[in-house]
């Protein structure tokens, strides 16, 4: 595993923010401890605030269709999100926790809990956008989300997220950043294709069109000792674009475990928006067709 640390050298405005990327263990519980690990590594750079890759704690099961794998879905908050508490309060870190949940027997989502710096659970957001195509099964996993679109109000700044799918509809991202976000995550589990040039594309453009910053990471490796020949081998390449559409350091590596550390200068925001007028410049009246059925 590498941990790179790159961007800007810290301001008084700065926040030192971190994404993960990482193969699948084999088992719940040892992927969990390396979470953990990469907790406390993140914790000697001197991060603020870490975001795992999507449903970090398994492998990503939407390559098949298999009900053995409801047996991951965990009660949000409850005992996953616990042990990240103990870790979010002793290294003072907010931690964006992507993982499967259970609200009850058969309700199940994709979901990211928030954990502030001080330990507390903030809340949680649910991924609205269920895809179902091939390898990307996820309607037989998921409901749609149901919690609008949240931001978290975190010791170091304002938070949102959106998973994997979400990021091809525009629509949330301009929410998001409606509801105040500073930074947004998309914890992401995304194969080789057509989605390599989007991973270029859609990022970069959500974060100029919004003007704040987005945190994209992806898994790496390839699952085949749990899918055999359905597996596909997940690219990394995850990344930090600033209000601007600019990346903050360099595009991690498609096949290395990686902890990718940035200073994200939260000031850039209002030099962004006091040069480009986009929030003022919204013509909501005479957007009805975008949310007509």
């Known amino acids: 595993m590498s941990v790179g640390t790159n961007g800007t050298n810290g301001t008084a405005n700065s926040v030192r923010t971190a994404i993960t990327q990482a193969t699948w263990?084999?088992?719940e519980e040892s992927m969990i401890a390396k979470h953990e690990g990469f907790v406390r590594t993140a914790a000697a750079?001197?991060?603020?605030v870490i975001c795992f890759q999507e449903l970090f704690h398994g492998p990503?099961?939407?390559?098949?269709?298999?009900?053995?794998?409801?047996d991951y879905?965990?009660?949000?908050?409850?005992?996953?999100?616990?042990?990240f508490q103990k870790l979010a309060a002793e290294f003072a870190m907010v931690i964006v926790v992507p993982m499967y949940e259970e609200e009850q027997p058969g309700v199940l989502y994709n979901t990211a809990a928030v954990i502030d710096a001080d330990g507390s659970y903030l809340g949680k957001y649910r991924k609205h956008h269920i895809p179902h195509l091939p390898q990307f099964w996820e309607k037989f996993y998921f409901r749609p989300g149901n919690t609008d679109y949240p931001v978290f109000d975190t010791r170091y700044g304002?938070?949102?997220?959106?998973?994997?799918?979400?990021r091809h509809f525009p629509e949330g991202w301009r929410a998001l950043g409606l509801n105040g976000a500073e930074i947004v995550f998309?914890?992401?589990?995304?194969?080789?294709?057509?989605?390599?040039?989007?991973?270029?594309?859609?990022?970069?453009?959500?974060?100029?069109?919004n003007q704040y910053y987005i945190g994209a990471n992806n898994r790496i490796g390839n699952e085949e000792a749990e899918f055999g020949a359905e597996a596909v081998t997940f690219y990394g390449s995850s990344y930090f674009v600033d209000p601007k559409g600019n990346y903050v350091g360099a595009i991690a590596s498609t096949d290395t475990e990686e902890i990718v550390v940035r200073d994200l200068d939260l000031g850039v925001i209002r030099e962004v928006r006091n040069s480009w007028q986009f929030y003022r410049d919204r013509r909501p009246d005479s957007?009805?067709?975008l949310v007509a059925p």
Not at 45 to 48: A, N, W
């Open 25 to 27: 263990t084999g088992d």
């Open 45 to 48: 750079q001197g991060v603020q």
């Open 60 to 70: 990503y099961f939407g390559i098949v269709q298999d009900a053995k794998y409801y």
């Open 73 to 83: 879905a965990q009660a949000v908050p409850g005992p996953i999100v616990e042990r």
């Open 158 to 166: 304002k938070i949102g997220v959106y998973i994997c799918y979400d």
């Open 186 to 209: 998309n914890p992401s589990a995304t194969k080789p294709g057509l989605s390599n040039r989007l991973w270029e594309l859609e990022q970069p453009a959500a974060a100029v069109a």
């Open 287 to 289: 957007y009805e067709p």
